[in-house]
């Protein structure tokens, strides 16, 4: 069976499991609201919705089809499961918002098309690495204009013109994968042969720490400026990625790990919000932090709902978020009502863990996993340094990504704003993500060709 043949037939699936995911919603509001069988509705609307997901997957696949032949055939496979999962979890919080994010998703995939047709030879980048650098570091200051930058829980994360609001983060992460990728294949060779050895260990010349540093400034100023916690660590930990698969020296990601360390705590014991944010991290459950303006409220109630979702969960409309709290409380929406705040950006990954427990938690995980491996073998396969370095730096930000908003949920870090991959709320995360794996796909493509 042919790649193009294995990718089609992989999109059934998906489209399965978003009918079953809307039907299990529709039968658990109908008992809610008064015992209602839901037949009906689960026997049109929830198909209807499965078909249409159905053709717009499909749609992208003959783009993929006729344009990209032999590229990886289960990454956009998986890609549509995320998407799926994410549309059934909006919807069974706020359908208005999953009305949105499905208009996203069209409007992502038509993107997805255009970054295929438009950029077709991945090599064409490097031509324009400045100035898409510059596009990128313009994009991340944007938060900060007065008139359209729009402030967050204490971060400036994104800017809105009329009803249009986007996260400009998003797209300058790809921007500057992007420009250190083609950075780093021009000077690798000196990283690599340049240096003395000191207690076994080769130091690169001082100058040659100097892109680190200004990289490592780069993400501190997001610190400091935006107040981005999650953005930094992405940047930062992609570049130190990308310079490791670069050079393979482990004294790179050392001191790499030690700067951001520093200029972490450093900002940390500094900067009010981001004091705020870590102080609610290692006391979630602190009555004096509980109620406090942007406190740990958030984070205790994520940590309470995930222990509540047990090993197989609650089923699908039965989270703590509780529908209910409609009819009492007489609120607009579920977001409105809800125990667990912002449950459709920054807490969905609680929301997911409550509603299908540790199974389902891990499935899901399991399926970001899958994409991470698919993305590390496209670099593996590719045969020029920039498309490796690209591969590897893309995928390392998309896992990242997810790290540090599962890992704010779950504790292990603190709590920042950023989307998990597809499944969050967002138009930004998923316009950006879809050209990430457009790229990904246009490296794969080349490499499978070269190797054939």
């Not at 998703?105 to 980048?125: E, W, Y």
């Not at 998003?170 to 420009?179: D, L, Q, R, S, T």
């Not at 703590?320 to 912002?342: Q, R, W």
Request: aromatic share 10%; proline share 3%.
């Amino acid at each position: 069976m042919s790649a193009r043949n294995r990718e089609l037939l992989a999109l059934v699936p998906a489209a399965l499991l978003l009918v079953i995911g809307f039907a299990a919603v529709f039968v658990a509001r109908g008992d809610l609201v008064g015992g209602l069988s839901g037949s009906n509705t689960v026997s049109t609307a929830s198909l209807t919705f499965g078909a249409a997901f159905l053709g717009l997957c499909v749609g992208a696949h003959l783009v993929l089809r006729f344009t990209l032949k032999d590229a990886d055939p289960y990454l956009f496979p998986l890609v549509a499961v995320l998407a799926c999962f994410g549309l059934v979890e909006l919807y069974r919080i706020d359908a208005s918002l999953a009305r949105q994010q499905a208009e996203w998703f069209v409007i992502g995939l038509a993107l997805f098309a255009l970054t295929i047709v438009v950029v077709r030879d991945i090599r064409r980048l490097e031509q324009y690495r400045y100035l898409i650098v510059s596009a990128g570091l313009i994009a991340l200051l944007l938060p900060r204009v007065p008139g359209i930058g729009a402030q967050t829980n204490g971060a400036y994360l994104a800017v809105q013109i009329g009803s249009v609001r986007m996260q400009p983060a998003e797209f300058a992460k790809i921007a500057m994968v992007i420009f250190l990728a083609s950075y780093l294949r021009d000077t690798r060779q000196l990283l690599v042969t340049a240096g003395r050895r000191i207690a076994g260990v080769t130091i690169p010349p001082l100058k040659h720490f100097g892109p680190m540093l200004v990289i490592w400034g780069a993400s501190m100023v997001l610190l400091f400026f935006i107040r981005d916690i999650g953005s930094s660590l992405m940047f930062f930990g992609a570049f130190l990625a990308m310079l490791y698969v670069a050079t393979s020296r482990l004294s790179f990601v050392v001191v790499g790990s030690a700067l951001f360390a520093f200029g972490a705590w450093v900002v940390g014991t500094h900067v009010g919000h981001i004091q705020d944010r870590v102080a609610a991290w290692r006391n979630p459950f602190d009555p004096a932090l509980y109620d406090a303006v942007g406190g740990s409220q958030q984070l205790a109630q994520g940590l309470f709902a995930q222990a509540d979702g047990g090993f197989f969960g609650r089923g699908f409309g039965q989270a703590v978020l509780d529908i209910s709290a409609l009819v009492e409380k007489n609120c607009a929406s579920t977001i409105e009502c809800s125990m667990l705040p912002a449950p459709h950006t920054d807490m969905i990954y609680a929301v997911i863990v409550n509603e299908t427990g540790l199974i389902g938690a891990a499935g899901l995980l399991c399926v970001y996993l899958l994409i991470v491996q698919r993305g590390f073998k496209i670099a593996m396969l590719a045969r020029d340094s920039f498309s490796k370095l690209l591969a590897a730096g893309l995928t390392s930000v998309f896992a990242l990504q997810v790290f540090v908003i599962v890992g704010g949920v779950s504790k292990v870090i603190p709590l920042t704003g950023v989307t998990l991959p597809f499944v969050s709320y967002g138009g930004s995360s998923v316009l950006a993500n879809f050209v990430l794996v457009a790229l990904l796909l246009l490296v794969s493509d080349r490499a499978r060709r070269l190797a054939a």
